[in-house]
T-cell receptor
Framework: LAKTTQPISMDSYEGQEVNITCSHNNIATNDYITWYQQFPSQGPRFIIQGYKTKVTNEVASLFIPADRKSSTLSLPRVSLSDTAVYYCLVGDQTGANNLFFGTGTRLTVIP | DAGITQSPRHKVTETGTPVTLRCHQTENHRYMYWYRQDPGHGLRLIHYSYGVKDTDKGEVSDGYSVSRSKTEDFLLTLESATSSQTSVYFC????????????FGPGTRLTVL
């Protein structure tokens, strides 16, 4: 079961770029890296997924180095509404019981 | 909105009683999941289904059973509720072949007294 390690919490001021790093030393060849966002009293929401190098969408960017043992979620110019818990997961696309959410990183955006 | 509803949204019950939570989807996705979320533990997979009548256990399946007789409905049953099953329960769905990209329902807050 490929598990991940993330910081428990982070604080950032509004308008700054936030980078959350996730360690996944045991990532397997077929594993993808996926990030979710969860607001209080809501279910998690898929943000971004990647396999290698860089992926960007309208919400975030995901940077994955060549060895794939870590990844960094980058949120540009955060606002108060980005305050949430962010989860990093690794797993292949078929192993439903191999995904491990963990406790995530609690990001607090400060005015 | 991924077209997932959960019912009930809130429930208070007593120890020893059976409880059934329902997850309903309108997306016709093959995979459905039940998770529980507790402080300090994050989300943990209870059971999942990869098709009608096809289910499998997750990380914390003891004390829970599931059934899926129709594509759109996935039921989670607590056979005899205990206080340790007080939690927030989330249902999720994903299309075939992309289990990493799951869409979650709004959650059910269950309190067992």
């Amino acid at each position: 079961l490929a598990k991940t390690t993330q910081p428990i919490s982070m604080d950032s001021y509004e308008g700054q770029e936030v980078n959350i790093t996730c360690s996944h030393n045991n990532i397997a060849t077929n594993d993808y890296i996926t990030w979710y966002q969860q607001f209080p009293s809501q279910g998690p929401r898929f943000i971004i997924q990647g396999y290698k190098t860089k992926v960007t969408n309208e919400v975030a960017s995901l940077f994955i180095p060549a060895d794939r043992k870590s990844s960094t979620l980058s949120l540009p110019r955060v606002s108060l509404s980005d305050t949430a818990v962010y989860y990093c997961l690794v797993g292949d696309q078929t192993g439903a019981n191999n995904l491990f959410f963990g406790t995530g990183t609690r990001l607090t955006v400060i005015p | 909105d991924a077209g997932i509803t959960q019912s009930p949204r809130h429930k208070v019950t007593e120890t020893g009683t059976p409880v059934t939570l329902r997850c309903h989807q309108t997306e016709n996705h093959r995979y459905m999941y039940w998770y529980r979320q507790d402080p300090g533990h994050g989300l943990r997979l209870i059971h999942y289904s990869y098709g009608v009548k096809d289910t499998d256990k997750g990380e914390v399946s003891d004390g829970y059973s599931v059934s899926r007789s129709k594509t759109e409905d996935f039921l989670l049953t607590l056979e005899s509720a205990t206080s340790s099953q007080t939690s927030v329960y989330f249902c999720a769905i994903s299309p075939l072949g992309t289990v990493n990209e799951q869409f979650f329902g709004p959650g059910t807050r269950l309190t067992v007294l």
